[in-house]
């Protein structure tokens, strides 16, 4: 059954790189973890200036801790004394060589969709780095924007419990549409292909569940 599922997942992957191909992202297949980390590590040249989105899929596959111990100019947006200073690091990184973050969700058609909490990691991918690169897992692959909107909330208060941030729905995992300044969603973005600047931004697509 396991490899069953696995072949299903790899045609999931393929198909999406090819749909992603046609619409002027750089798609990548990669067919497993060791495989995408190869694949970034590729994509970036030693000395440039690297910025990262938060995301569980980076530090699941390794990816974050390659850029940080790797020959980069690693903008740390983590270890930081305080939120002022955090955000400073936000804006560093929307002028950064390379960007790399995973997606909250991706269509079938080949749109990236995303909520964000304070907008740094959707700005960034869609205007202001160099190059974008996006880590994703098959677990990731959507009917279309409804649902990539869906999924986004649906897993939002699994990352608000993470995060400590005190909303309603870390009490009860279920949005509550809150209105108070610790609610992670607050910017909605959509990126519908990448006609406009061809190849800025790399996905990479693995047959795997990866982040939330």
């Known amino acids: 059954m396991e490899a069953i599922k696995r ?26 973890v060791t495989a995408a980390r ?8 030693q000395g440039s200036l690297v910025g990262v989105g938060g995301s569980m899929t980076l530090t699941e ?38 960007f790399v973050t995973s997606t909250n969700a991706i ?30 897992g098959t677990n990731k692959i959507v ?3 409804n649902a990539g909107i869906l999924r986004a909330k649906e897993i939002a208060p699994i990352n608000a419990k993470r995060l400590n941030h005190p909303t309603p729905c870390t009490e009860d995992g279920v949005c509550h549409e809150c209105a108070c300044q610790q609610r992670l969603c607050n910017v909605t973005n959509i990126i519908h292909n990448c006609y406009k600047f061809p190849g800025r931004i790399t996905v990479i697509v693995v047959p795997e569940n990866l982040g939330y």
Request: proline share 4%.
């Open 7 to 32: 072949w299903h997942r790899e045609c999931l992957a393929k198909d999406m790189v090819d749909t992603l191909g046609k619409k002027g992202y750089n798609a990548i297949y990669a067919a497993d």
């Open 38 to 45: 190869a694949a970034v590590a590729s994509l970036i040249p």
């Open 61 to 98: 596959t390794g990816v974050q801790q390659d850029i940080q111990s790797g020959p980069y100019r690693y903008i740390d947006r983590y270890n930081q004394p305080s939120f002022e200073h955090m955000v400073q690091k936000y804006k560093e990184a929307f002028f950064a060589d390379y």
């Open 107 to 136: 269509t079938k058609q080949g749109e990236l969709v995303n909520i964000d909490c304070t907008g740094n990691r959707t700005s960034a991918m869609s205007f202001g780095p160099e190059h974008v690169i996006v880590i994703v």
């Open 143 to 145: 009917r279309d924007i």
